[in-house]
Nanobody, 125 residues
């Protein structure tokens, strides 16, 4: 059974930083791409960043590029999202996600099948 457990959310002032973690179990982690998505109140879930199984290649949405960094530690089955220079518009519930099968990747919600419970990030102005 695949489980994804996020942690690290919280309240931070604009310009501050947070580091999210997502611990994965029930899958051969090093063969899975991992993604971070977020959903703000009244808005659709949107792609934030992904780190792919092959060579750790990364992708970012334009809204976070240059401010957020996704990384993975295959020895710990964990993916991280380092968020710097946070803005009020980054306020959302952040979700970690994994596809149903290994060796797959993508930047759309429908590319992912397993989701964590989410962690709230609130950025005050």
């Amino acid at each position: 059974q695949v489980q994804l457990v996020e942690s690290g959310g919280g309240l931070v002032q604009a310009g501050g930083s947070l580091r999210l973690s997502c611990a994965a179990s029930g899958l051969t982690f090093n063969y899975y791409s991992m993604g971070w998505f977020r959903q703000a109140p009244g808005k659709e879930r949107e792609f934030v960043a992904a780190v792919y199984w092959s060579r750790g290649t990364t992708s970012y949405s334009d809204s976070v590029k240059g401010r957020f960094t996704i990384s993975r530690d295959n020895a710990k089955n964990t993916v991280y999202l380092q968020m710097n220079s946070l803005k009020p518009e980054d306020t959302a519930v952040y979700y970690c996600a994994a596809p149903k099968e290994p060796l797959r990747s993508g930047v759309r919600s429908r590319d992912y099948d397993y989701w964590g419970q989410g962690t709230q990030v609130t950025v005050s102005s």
